[in-house]
Every structure is written in structure tokens, then in C-alpha cells.
């Protein structure tokens, strides 16, 4: 994923948040759609991989009750 579709909020209904990782993760990017709660999530952020695994919590975001995710560790994307 290159910065400028990191930087676009995908269309479909958010089901779950992202907890802990990048600190500089902007809170409104937290909230995304995943086509499996159940799988792991490998976000390619600039140069590296941000990978967040679904835990049995929820959250409730704007009416909505959402699966969080908790941030697990980082890869680097290979040269």
C-alpha cells in the first residue's frame, strides 16, 4: 500500500479499531473494515509492515461496536 492510499479511508463500514502501535497513527485511521475479524492484519505502512491480531474485546465507536485489534510488532520491507 503506497502513503497516498494509507492517507484515503476506505468506503466500507468500519468493524474494527487498531490499539497500540505507531504512535503516530492519526486516531481517524484507527477505525477500519476488514473482510475477516478473525484474521491477522498486516498493515504496509511507508517502509514497513504494522501487524495487529484481533483480540476477544470490542469497542463501541459512534454507535457502532466495533473488534479490536492490538498492534503485535513491525517488519521492514526487504530492499
Known amino acids: 500500500m503506497s502513503s497516498d492510499q494509507f492517507d484515503a479511508m476506505p468506503t466500507a463500514v468500519?468493524?474494527?479499531?487498531?490499539?497500540?502501535?505507531?504512535?503516530?497513527?492519526?486516531?481517524?485511521?484507527?477505525?477500519?473494515?476488514?473482510?475477516?475479524?478473525?484474521d491477522k492484519l498486516k498493515l504496509l505502512i511507508g517502509n514497513a509492515y504494522e501487524h495487529?491480531?484481533?483480540?476477544?474485546?470490542?469497542?463501541?465507536?459512534?454507535?457502532?461496536?466495533?473488534r479490536v485489534f492490538e498492534w503485535t510488532y513491525r517488519t521492514y520491507v526487504a530492499e
Open 14 to 38: 468500519p468493524n474494527v479499531v487498531l490499539r497500540g502501535g505507531p504512535t503516530w497513527l492519526p486516531e481517524e485511521q484507527r477505525t477500519r473494515s476488514v473482510a475477516d475479524v478473525q
Open 52 to 66: 495487529f491480531e484481533p483480540t476477544a474485546e470490542t469497542a463501541e465507536r459512534d454507535g457502532v461496536r466495533l
